[in-house]
């Protein structure tokens, strides 16, 4: 499994439970505003052995340039490659030392650089992050092998069918818009990126007026002063405005059968560009979602896994973004199987919409949420977690500790109505990755044929 960030793998739990939304769950948070605009998150409980830290930016890779695709990316590994005073080794060494390690993700929304230790060595893990952060080196002849690694993570996704596919598939449906990009990038933005513009994603990544600094679990007195300190450091610099990122429009799209000779099986996705992140439909719909494909025991894997053995299993969800989500459903198929795949797809869902909910149904999912949710955010980590998530979409981290009163308030006709709006059969887009001459009936889906 590749390394990922406590924040990113607890964020994206948090989305899966129910669109985008979290809980009731007791605050243990402080906050505090740097004159310079920083924000102090503290989530302090004395009782913790560890110290976390969290150094997060709204600066995800949607607010690249199209050009410079990937860049957000390549500058979290940057900050590994040694400061001004320091080379690589000994930095790395330091962190080795005291038992840390240091992990950055950029992700659409936002961007973040997560770290732990010891109590006891929360202070010099400051010192030594706040030395990464605030004097990095860009050592110049690190850029080549960064962006070498970069293009080489690129090839290792265009060459597994489910994550191509999952590539493919967010490009076509939010066609020209920033959520259409990769945040690693392409092959053609990383190859052309030059060392001024990761210098540039410096200023913009780490405006102190974007900034966000978690301490969470247990720390020292000083080291919270220390942390005040360095951060305080940081200049608001004069930046071009960015422009400001349109709403993704709701509408169908060409469906599309992307082409590779040799794959064994057909991988398929159909979805909806749809609801920003604060739109009321974003909870009742992610409950709806649950029942038709949320789990093992859902409408669609009944259907497609138990009774037609067409598929090993088939999901659907709703991945939430500021500017406007997508619903996704996942499946994998025989190629000779997969017109039918699709048709039946369409036709529980069409039935399940014109249907609603079960008030059972409904029951269910609130019992299954109110089980699961609170076990994904009773740590400091997962609640720190939980909260930045729900910055990261522009909505008010606070509000996590109240989604379980929300949840319990949604009735029948709150979702069967978010169902209506949003799952429009008809609107409905196609994309496959597979070996078009292996699909019978092919022109029966509609799609038209082409490379990836």
């Known amino acids: 499994m590749k390394k990922t960030s406590i924040l990113k793998v607890l964020l994206l739990s948090v989305l899966f439970f129910t669109g985008c939304q979290t809980t009731g769950i007791k605050s243990s948070l402080n906050k505090k505003k740097l004159l310079n605009g920083v924000e102090l998150l503290n989530f302090k409980d004395e009782k913790y052995p560890n110290f976390h830290l969290v150094i997060w930016s709204e600066q995800g890779a949607a607010t690249e340039s199209a050009d410079e695709s990937g860049v957000t990316s390549i500058l979290g590994k940057y900050l590994k490659e040694g400061t001004v005073n320091k080379g690589k080794k000994e930095v790395l060494d330091s ?13 659409k929304e936002q961007f973040s650089l997560s770290t732990k230790s010891l109590v006891e060595d929360s202070e010099k893990l400051i010192k030594i992050v706040s030395e990464m952060v605030l004097k990095p080196s860009f050592y110049e002849p690190a850029f080549k092998n960064l962006k070498s690694k970069q293009l080489g993570h690129i090839k290792q996704i265009n060459d597994d069918p489910a994550s191509l596919l999952d590539k493919l598939f967010t490009k076509q449906l939010f066609q020209d818009h920033p959520y259409s990009r990769s945040s690693s990038g392409s092959i053609k933005t990383v190859s052309s990126l030059k060392l ?7 200023q913009s990544v ?4 974007k900034l966000k600094i978690a301490l ?13 300190s360095e951060f305080s450091e940081i200049e608001k610099k004069v930046l071009s405005k960015p422009s400001k990122m349109v709403s993704v429009q709701e509408k169908a799209k060409e469906n599309l059968f992307y082409t590779k000779r040799g794959l064994s099986q057909a991988q398929v996705k ?9 739109s009321p439909d974003v909870t009742p719909l992610g409950l709806g979602l649950k029942v038709l494909g949320g789990s093992f025991k859902s409408l669609l894997n009944e259907e497609l896994r138990v009774k037609r053995g067409l598929t090993y299993g088939i999901g659907a969800g709703l991945r939430v973004h500021e500017k406007g989500s997508l619903i996704v459903v996942s499946s994998s198929v ?15 869902i069409s039935d399940f919409v014109k249907r609603g909910v079960t008030n059972a149904e409904l029951e269910k999912m609130k019992a299954l949420v109110a089980g699961e949710y609170p076990r994904s955010v009773e740590t400091l980590e997962q609640e720190a977690s939980a909260y ?6 522009g909505l008010d981290g606070k509000e996590i500790y109240s989604y379980l009163d929300k949840v319990n308030k949604i009735t029948k006709d709150q979702v069967d109505g978010a169902l209506r709006r949003r799952l429009d059969i008809n609107k409905m887009n196609l994309v496959i990755l597979g070996d078009h001459r292996k699909v019978r009936d092919l022109k029966k889906l509609g799609v038209t044929v082409k490379r990836p």
């Open 95 to 107: 962190l080795s030392n005291i038992g840390a390690n240091v992990i950055t993700v950029s992700s």
């Open 196 to 202: 001024s513009q990761v210098k540039d994603r410096y």
């Open 206 to 209: 780490f405006d102190p007026s």
């Open 216 to 228: 969470i679990g247990n720390w020292t007195p000083e080291a919270e002063r220390l942390i005040i």
């Open 270 to 278: 159909m979805g909806f560009t749809t609801v920003e992140s604060k």
């Open 334 to 348: 025989r190629h000779d199987k997969l017109v039918e795949l699709v048709e039946v797809t369409k036709k529980v």
């Open 388 to 393: 930045l998530g729900y910055e990261s979409l």
